[in-house]
């Protein structure tokens, strides 16, 4: 599988935003293949990317007037992406925080602000919308979907159109393209094993089932602990894709297809490190790159409630996907699409989350208890016996926290496209509508051993008081949720394409949409001493959820617009520039706990977030070389966030600007050798922003967790020996100073990691691989403590450090 250099600017056919759709169907030049690196430098012509882009019609890459970035297979396959999230790394412009695990992904795009998950990012399946909103409390797309040997290519669009298309995401929309059959019966399995004794096995196949149409089936079964181990599986699911495509003797084409995901993993958070300013270095005890809080003791644990968490569980997704693209020529130039689909399951959360900093348990004792209280007994939960450092033990609470969503979603999107000469008219009408149940329970405190694979502890004061349980509680129930929600987006779009000269083409689209939320939500109504014990202190101030539950109902509607030229100075050098208009608008969490009035008058955290995006950006395509640079500006307005502090959602409010350039290229000197890069420069600073409920005015402040500079390059040897294939490549990537709040008090350092791998393919026919990440097992941070406003001193502190060294080895076969 693996034959070519990284093709961050693969040559395979790309789709884009609410057109998006198979090569086969496009009415354009063919692509040259993604995995046959001799070809392309052979023949250049055929080396540009086909966009079905924004009105519908194909074309060049070299013609596209918007920032795109593609990755095939061979490419997904080489970049050995540790989660879905992951993989986004190799876009320009794109901060991805993949450090917790598989799931529950912190991405950034192009100094959007943004506190984390992934509010600006939607991924797609086939063209659709995979759940549209972007992000949820505790649940963003790429949970939703895993990369496996069943995707063809992957591809990225950063501002440009998409704030006209689909969902209308002004950010990054990213479309997992899946394979589809041909004419011939082919099939591909491949197994893989890492270092830490994880298994995976992948495979798939497809060919024609008659009359124009073929099948695709495939997907994968993963197993293991992680490479942070909590002492038990805490990895294990699969995925499931199948589809049946037929064509209209190329008139157009139908694919229906379906998706199960069934999958999770622990749900990777804050530890105890040591951080003197810009030095940072391991705790006494862990290390920091492969060891988890998470342990046996705590897999389980049973809250004041009685509400059983089982934190092997971790954070995942059950969920099944179904959907169909149709698109067919009605007339000469005049062509219907259509895409639909439906999701639904369930996306939970469950994880061992971190209060603060450890501590000795005399001062634990003082914490508890209130100044003057010591400690009487210090042991193991649930009969372990006593801890023998007795007050001097170092110690720290957690909390439990269970989160469980019923989701699912209709998506549909109509259009018809009119085609005449050199201009492309495209009409559309967009539909989605979504649905979550939610039941949160967030607190619940542990008191803990400071150390991996934490144990319970059981802490009784000298005056007889118990300060954590028998089974190691330290606290009631904090957060709470109840609340059913049902968002609905109307959009109509129109775009018009017009090619001026051979050399010169413009475009112009405006899209209107109206979104709606409805729902109810039951939060905290007070507390209540759970067993009535006074002494017992751990459950005296339990929160319970209020009798009667809050009603929303709210709605806007806005305008968004581009409009974009682009110039072919040659036909290997051309000239782009766009302006556009996006919004991205309060989904359930952002207007949970307001008054009717500030959700009527669109006040507070229910605004409506705007940005203004300036780019332009220079494109060159030869044998040897290919480069792609942007230039950027951002102007947002009225992002508004909201995350838990000391159990208490607490919002942040306001806007930002952000300049920055984005340069993406690969250069192959000889046939065999190659050098992809990427890189980006970001400028992005809070205006008017402030942060812990107004309290704190971040103007001026670097948006957080953006660095200013992050790049990769990825040096590569392909060579084709009397049928062996074997290929050598590393890559460098470099992520810059950040903080990790936006008051700019938490710094994260700047790192480097190293990544390599080598693979020999035999006759075409069997793929052996061995890829390594962080092969330095350099120990850089990409989180520090969210929920704590402001800095956490020097010393020991709570932040998330990226993964360790580890390997993977890998034998595929085909057919």
């Known amino acids: 599988m693996i034959r070519t250099a990284l093709y961050l600017l693969s040559a395979a056919p790309l789709a884009l935003s609410a057109q998006i759709a198979h090569a086969q169907s496009a009415p354009a030049a063919p692509a040259a293949?993604?995995?046959?690196?001799?070809?392309?430098?052979?023949?250049?012509?055929?080396?540009?990317?086909?966009?079905?882009?924004?009105?519908?019609?194909?074309t060049r890459r070299q013609d596209a007037a918007f920032a795109v970035t593609t990755l095939s297979n061979a490419a997904i396959t080489?970049?050995?992406?540790?989660?879905?999230?992951?993989?986004?790394?190799?876009?320009?412009?794109?901060?991805t925080e993949s450090s917790g695990g598989q799931n529950g992904a912190n991405i950034f795009v192009r100094g959007y602000p943004a506190g984390?998950?992934?509010?600006?990012?939607?991924?797609?399946?086939?063209?659709?919308?995979?759940?549209?909103?972007?992000t949820l409390s505790f649940l963003e797309n790429s949970q939703l979907i895993r990369l496996d040997e069943t995707v063809e290519r992957v591809e990225a669009v950063r501002g440009g159109t998409g704030s006209l298309f689909s969902a209308g995401q002004p950010g990054l929309t990213v479309n997992v393209v899946p394979r589809i059959g041909g004419d011939t019966l082919k099939g591909f399995a491949k197994f893989s094993i890492t270092d830490y004794g994880d298994k995976r096995g992948d495979a798939w196949v497809s060919g024609p089932l008659g009359g124009n149409t073929s099948f695709m089936v495939g997907g994968y079964y993963a197993q293991g602990h992680g490479i942070r181990n909590p002492g038990f599986d805490a990895e294990k699911g699969g995925q499931i894709t199948a589809n049946i495509h037929h064509d209209f003797d190329g008139r157009g084409s139908v694919e229906i297809y379906g998706r199960y995901l069934n999958d999770h993993g622990q749900w990777l958070l804050t530890i105890p490190v040591m951080q003197n300013g810009?030095?940072?270095?391991?705790?006494?005890?862990?290390?920091?790159?492969?060891?988890?809080?998470?342990?046996?003791?705590?897999?389980?644990?049973?809250?004041?409630?009685?509400?059983?968490?089982?934190?092997?569980?971790?954070?995942?997704?059950?969920?099944?996907?179904?959907?169909?693209?149709?698109?067919?020529?009605?007339?000469?130039?005049?062509?219907?699409?259509?895409?639909?689909?439906?999701?639904?399951?369930?996306?939970d959360t469950n994880g061992l989350v971190p209060v603060a900093a450890p501590t000795t348990a005399a001062a634990m004792a003082a914490t508890l208890g209130g100044a003057g209280s010591t400690v009487g007994s210090l042991t193991y939960a649930n009969g372990g016996g006593?801890?023998?450092?007795?007050?001097?033990?170092?110690?720290?609470?957690?909390?439990?926290?269970?989160v469980r969503k019923k989701i699912s979603s209709f998506v549909t999107d109509s259009a018809l496209e009119w085609k005449s000469g050199g201009n492309t008219l495209t009409g559309g009408f967009y539909f989605a509508n979504y649905t979550t149940r939610d039941n949160w329970a967030l607190g619940n405190n542990v008191l803990l051993t400071a150390t991996p694979n934490a144990r319970l502890l059981s802490l009784t004061l000298a005056d007889g008081r118990v300060a954590s349980s028998a089974t190691g509680l330290s606290g009631g129930q904090g957060f709470l949720v109840d609340g059913s929600y049902t968002g609905n987006d109307y959009a109509f779009y129109a775009v018009d394409e017009f090619q001026i000269t051979p050399e010169l083409r413009i475009d112009g689209g405006i899209r209107w949409q109206r979104h709606t939320v409805n729902g109810q939500v039951r939060t905290p109504g007070g507390t209540v001493n759970v067993d009535g014990n006074a002494n017992t202190l751990y459950d005296n101030a339990s929160n319970v959820l209020a009798v009667a539950p809050q009603l929303i109902d709210y709605s806007d509607a806005q305008w968004s617009w581009t409009a974009g030229a682009n110039y072919d100075l040659s036909r290997n050098l051309g000239v782009f520039a766009r302006y556009s208009r996006g919004h991205s608008f309060p989904q359930f969490d952002n207007l949970r706990g307001l008054s009717a009035a500030q959700i009527a008058n669109h006040t507070a955290t229910a605004v409506t977030a705007k940005v203004d995006t300036y780019e332009g950006g220079i494109k060159f395509s030869s044998q040897m070389l290919n480069l792609y640079l942007t230039v950027f500006h951002n102007k947002f307005d009225g992002l508004a966030t909201t995350g838990i502090v000391n159990n208490v959602p607490t919002s942040a409010i306001g806007?930002?600007?952000?300049?920055?350039?984005?340069?993406?290229?690969?250069?192959?000197?000889?046939?065999?050798?190659?050098?992809?890069?990427?890189?980006?420069?970001?400028?992005?600073?809070?205006?008017?922003?402030?942060?812990?409920?107004?309290?704190?005015?971040?103007?001026?402040?670097?948006?957080?967790?953006?660095?200013?500079?992050?790049?990769?390059?990825?040096?590569?040897?392909?060579?084709?020996?009397?049928?062996?294939?074997?290929?050598?490549?590393?890559?460098?990537?470099?992520?810059?100073?950040?903080?990790?709040?936006?008051?700019?008090?938490?710094?994260?350092?700047?790192?480097?990691?190293?990544?390599?791998?080598?693979?020999?393919?035999?006759?075409?026919?069997?793929?052996?691989?061995?890829?390594?990440?962080?092969?330095?097992?350099?120990?850089?941070?990409?989180?520090?403590n969210p929920r704590v406003i402001g800095s956490q001193g020097s010393g020991v502190v709570l932040a998330r450090p990226i993964l360790g060294r580890s390997f993977r080895f890998s034998a595929a076969v085909k057919f």
Not at 80 to 90: E, G, I, K, Q, V
Not at 308 to 320: C, N, Y
Not at 392 to 402: D, E, H, K
Request: charged letters at 15%.
């Open 278 to 347: 810009s030095e940072i270095g391991q705790y006494p005890g862990f290390t920091g790159n492969s060891n988890s809080l998470i342990g046996p003791d705590t897999k389980v644990v049973t809250n004041v409630a009685g509400r059983r968490i089982d934190l092997s569980q971790g954070r995942g997704a059950k969920v099944f996907n179904t959907g169909i693209n149709f698109e067919y020529e009605l007339a000469d130039g005049l062509r219907v699409r259509e895409r639909t689909a439906y999701l639904g399951g369930n996306a």
């Open 655 to 784: 806007g930002a600007k952000a300049t920055g350039v984005e340069l993406e290229g690969i250069v192959r000197p000889v046939q065999w050798f190659s050098v992809s890069a990427s890189g980006t420069y970001l400028d992005g600073t809070y205006q008017n922003f402030f942060s812990n409920n107004g309290l704190n005015d971040d103007t001026g402040n670097m948006v957080q967790r953006q660095p200013r500079w992050a790049w990769r390059v990825t040096p590569a040897i392909d060579v084709n020996v009397a049928g062996l294939k074997p290929s050598l490549y590393a890559t460098v990537q470099y992520t810059g100073d950040r903080f990790s709040d936006p008051d700019n008090k938490q710094l994260l350092p700047h790192y480097y990691q190293l990544d390599a791998g080598v693979s020999v393919e035999v006759m075409n026919r069997v793929t052996l691989q061995v890829s390594a990440n962080n092969l330095t097992n350099e120990f850089g941070l990409t989180e520090g």
């Open 386 to 402: 006593a801890v023998s450092t007795g007050a001097s033990t170092p110690v720290m609470q957690a909390g439990v926290w269970n």
């Open 33 to 58: 293949p993604a995995d046959s690196a001799a070809q392309v430098a052979d023949e250049p012509e055929q080396q540009d990317i086909v966009v079905v882009g924004t009105a519908g019609a194909g």
């Open 78 to 95: 080489r970049a050995a992406p540790t989660s879905t999230a992951d993989l986004l790394r190799t876009v320009p412009g794109v901060m």
């Open 116 to 134: 984390g998950d992934a509010q600006f990012v939607t991924f797609q399946v086939a063209g659709v919308p995979i759940f549209p909103p972007a």
